[in-house]
């Protein structure tokens, strides 16, 4: 951005982390993208280490330029998420404990995703909100196929739903039978 001072969007790769930085109005906001991340003992910490940079960038954007940006939306997207085998007690004591929030549906306000299986490709349904119309159907024959095709699509508004989707699909190319919501 500072580069170009009129973009509305960078990008950084650090080689196990790229960092997209996009302004939208008054906001800067920021998605990772991370090689991969322990859920359970430092989540937490990563958020914070990001969150700390877009503090960086939107301090060192309001200096250089005499603006008032603020920090937006940060969004950690994990290419894998790992949790340790000496913690998986501890992971499912944190389940038991938080079950009722799991289980909370949220809609997203730009619709939401069917995922099926069709063969060996698998079939991603994207529908709008309140009248669940098909919107736009995919088809993809592999994970990474379907990372590149929607990670810069605008048909989430909420990060949680894009890692929903995220955690949908690839079970969807792992298992043969596979079934939305069923685990």
Same mark, same amino acid.
């Given at each position: 951005?500072?580069?170009?001072?009129?973009?509305?969007?960078?990008?950084?790769?650090?080689?196990?982390?790229? &960092?997209?930085?996009?302004?939208?109005?008054?906001?800067?906001?920021?998605?990772?993208?991370?090689?991969?991340?322990?859920?359970?003992? *430092?989540?937490?910490?990563?958020?914070?280490?990001?969150?700390?940079?877009?503090?960086?960038?939107?301090?060192?954007?309001?200096?250089?330029?005499?603006?008032?940006?603020? $920090?937006?939306?940060?969004?950690?997207?994990?290419?894998?998420?790992?949790?340790?085998?000496? *913690?998986?007690?501890?992971?499912?004591?944190?389940?038991?404990?938080?079950?009722?929030?799991?289980?909370?549906?949220?809609?997203?306000?730009?619709?939401?995703?069917?995922?099926?299986?069709?063969?060996?490709? $698998? &079939?991603? +349904?994207?529908?709008?909100?309140?009248?669940?119309?098909?919107?736009?159907?995919?088809?993809? /024959?592999?994970? +990474?196929?379907?990372?590149? &095709?929607?990670?810069?699509?605008?048909?989430?508004?909420?990060?949680?739903?894009?890692?929903?989707?995220? /955690?949908?699909?690839?079970?969807?190319?792992?298992?043969? *039978?596979?079934?939305?919501?069923?685990?």
């Amino acid at each position: 951005m500072r580069i170009n001072p009129y973009s509305v969007g960078a990008v950084y790769y650090g080689g196990d982390y790229l &960092v997209q930085g996009v302004i939208s109005g008054d906001y800067y906001n920021q998605l990772v993208y991370l090689r991969s991340v322990d859920v359970l003992n *430092d989540w937490c910490r990563q958020l914070y280490r990001w969150w700390s940079l877009a503090k960086r960038v939107v301090e060192a954007l309001n200096g250089e330029f005499n603006a008032w940006y603020s $920090v937006g939306s940060i969004a950690l997207i994990p290419f894998s998420a790992r949790i340790y085998a000496r *913690d998986i007690s501890r992971a499912e004591e944190f389940v038991k404990r938080n079950s009722g929030v799991f289980m909370e549906f949220v809609e997203d306000p730009r619709g939401n995703f069917l995922v099926m299986r069709e063969g060996d490709s $698998v &079939v991603v +349904e994207h529908r709008l909100p309140i009248t669940n119309a098909l919107h736009r159907r995919f088809s993809f /024959k592999s994970l +990474e196929e379907a990372y590149n &095709v929607l990670k810069n699509s605008n048909h989430f508004t909420n990060y949680s739903h894009a890692m929903y989707l995220g /955690k949908e699909l690839a079970r969807a190319f792992l298992l043969r *039978d596979y079934e939305q919501d069923k685990l």
